[in-house]
């Protein structure tokens, strides 16, 4: 009865499963990788290392300290697939997989963390969700997994055409950009590749705009209509993407290490999939440190900004970004409220998103201080660019993650870890329980601006 009771108290919320979630997956990740049968050399990777790449892959990150086509065995490259599927769709979803298949009932508090899972707003038709999420995924790594194998087969054997076809498929789909290209070049050979541009920039674009978007797509055709988070979703991405290839258009056309050599359909598709995979993706058709100081400063501010809420993408999110934007214009026009597609936005929401904002900077400043004194000598533009990527999950790279010292690369993996987990689930995870408050201060007035 003791025992019963000691356990009914130790009941973590939502934002404590979450957490020790995804550090459990992290450290069997890293465990497998450090097998002498996971790397080629039949040694298996440093510990560090292993931590890393497995906080990289459970985090959808794609920042490697290690080549991963040429370091590690089939066995080392199915670990990091594995732990990018289930970092992608959250293990909370797999759980409830199996859970379904099992015939068994998924419990008030198993549908409650598969709400906080998914960021989302209810908790009413969660479970129907998560089957529906894995039937989308299925489905879109199948075709983009068939697509790219039958193109890799004009350059590769058949059997490792598939094998590298559905690889990038998974890996681009759960927007974590590791590759199996070699020599950290990840798809720079396919720069004027339309199809492989196009489906994989399609599998970036569907993995970052969020399930639940996906869902009210899937079921337009039954309702006929779209919530206000999809539509502002969808608004928001297509001005970052349109926005986003023409200024990147704009600032490479005359430069020689990137699209100048190309013709107009390849700097187009370049410049396109450039827009597209800082939305946390991190695979990449152009060489990262060739581009221009404003592409690379236009990237940082897209890693940042990421994906959107519910997707495979880290980043303060999409809908996070509009909010702000929407309250900056409000005081602008003085008006009290914020408001999209004639709905307003309560106010609760927009400190929310303040915070997020406000948090997500504050890491990326703390992180790009400490890599300052960690890795002396190194570039500071180099330094905020790997810092950024990390905390959006993005794994772009200007060359620095494979050089950091020891402890740059516990900071990179903290860094990585806070972005995935989000910055204020890890803060709920550590707080004490939130109490309402039963009194209110006197109103006070200060000078802004």
């Not at 025992?3 to 404590?16: A, E, H, I, T």
């Not at 740059?408 to 709920?428: C, E, K, N, P, S």
């Amino acid at each position: 009865m003791a025992v019963k009771q000691s356990l009914k108290r130790f009941s973590p919320d939502p934002p404590k499963v979450l957490v020790i979630g995804f550090i459990v997956i992290i450290l069997i990740g890293s465990i497998l990788l450090s097998f002498p049968i996971a790397t080629q050399d039949g040694e298996g990777l440093p510990w560090l290392d292993a931590l890393f790449t497995s906080t990289s892959a459970t985090c959808v990150t794609g920042l490697v300290v290690v080549d991963t086509g040429s370091t590690f065995t089939w066995f080392g490259q199915l670990v990091i697939l594995s732990l990018i599927q289930v970092g992608g769709l959250g293990f909370m979803t797999f759980a409830t997989f199996f859970a379904l298949i099992l015939g068994k009932r998924v419990s008030l508090k198993k549908r409650m963390l598969l709400q906080e899972s998914l960021n989302h707003l209810s908790i009413q038709g969660i479970v129907r969700l998560a089957r529906r999420i894995l039937i989308f995924t299925v489905i879109i790594e199948g075709v983009g997994g068939v697509l790219l194998s039958l193109r890799f087969a004009y350059d590769m054997p058949l059997g490792r055409a598939i094998y590298f076809g559905f690889f990038h498929a998974i890996s681009n789909f759960n927007n974590a950009g590791f590759d199996l290209m070699g020599e950290f070049k990840s798809l720079t050979d396919y720069a004027e590749d339309p199809l492989v541009t196009l489906v994989v920039a399609g599998l970036i674009t569907l993995g970052g705009i969020g399930f639940i978007v996906m869902n009210e797509l899937f079921e337009y055709r039954m309702t006929r209509r779209l919530s206000l988070h999809t539509k502002v979703v969808l608004t928001m991405s297509a001005i970052l993407l349109v926005a986003g290839t023409l200024l990147i258009l704009f600032f490479e056309w005359k430069n020689p290490k990137t699209i100048q050599p190309l013709g107009a359909t390849g700097k187009f598709l370049a410049s396109f999939y450039q827009a597209v995979t800082p939305r946390t993706a991190g695979s990449n058709t152009l060489n990262i440190p060739d581009l221009t100081h404003p592409t690379l400063l236009l990237t940082i501010y897209l890693m940042f900004i990421g994906a959107s809420p519910g997707s495979t993408g880290g980043g303060i999110k999409t809908t996070t970004t509009a909010t702000l934007l929407g309250a900056v214009w409000s005081q602008i026009k003085g008006k009290e409220d914020v408001s999209f597609f004639r709905h307003r936005i309560v106010h609760d929401l927009v400190y929310k998103a303040l915070t997020v904002t406000v948090a997500g900077l504050l890491l990326v400043t703390c992180i790009t201080m400490c890599l300052t004194i960690t890795e002396q000598g190194a570039d500071f533009f180099m330094i905020l660019f790997e810092a950024t990527s990390a905390f959006g999950t993005v794994g772009l790279s200007m060359g620095l993650t494979p050089e950091l010292s020891p402890l740059g690369r516990i900071l990179i993996i903290f860094t990585m870890f806070a972005g995935r987990v989000g910055t204020l689930t890890i803060a709920f995870a550590l707080a004490r329980k939130r109490r309402k408050d039963h009194y209110q201060y006197p109103k006070g007035k200060l000078m802004i601006g």
